[in-house]
């Protein structure tokens, strides 16, 4: 057992929407993001993912239902994003996120672009 030091972890890379990986509780990854402006519109088949704002405000877009609605996050709030949702998750400024999910999720769930990783890096 070691403990993490979330914000040393954070100051280990700059690439943003490049997930790391910085635990493990039984079948999930717990993985660290930087993201600004839009990602990608997308779901995931199998798994639920829960997001964390650390720092910044992350806006988390859904379309759902033939209906389309946005919440805000802020640091300390946590969004929880069900299987099947189509969702896009987006920044104005840098957002510093946690994750929590499966890990088999792939971060671009159902879409495959030129920001897929098949493969995180751990740091």
């Known amino acids: ?11 280990l890379f700059h690439e ?11 079948d999930a990854y717990v993985k660290l993001v930087k993201l600004q402006s839009d990602f990608v519109w997308h779901h995931h088949d199998e798994e ?18 033939g209906a ?5 996050i802020g640091p300390g709030e946590f969004v929880i994003v069900p299987r ?3 969702h896009l998750p987006s920044a ?3 957002t510093h996120i946690m994750l929590l999910e499966p ?7 159902n879409v495959q672009n030129e920001r897929t990783l098949a493969e995180l ?3």
């Open 1 to 11: 057992m070691e403990k993490v030091n979330i914000a040393q972890k954070f100051s």
């Open 16 to 26: 943003q929407y490049q997930p790391k990986i910085v635990g493990e509780v039984n």
């Open 48 to 65: 639920d993912e829960l997001f964390l704002v650390l720092q910044g405000e992350l806006r988390m877009r859904f379309r759902e239902h």
């Open 68 to 72: 389309e609605r946005e919440l805000t």
């Open 84 to 86: 099947g949702v189509e």
């Open 92 to 94: 104005d400024q840098e």
């Open 103 to 109: 890990k088999t999720t792939l971060n671009t769930g």
């Open 121 to 123: 890096q751990r740091i």
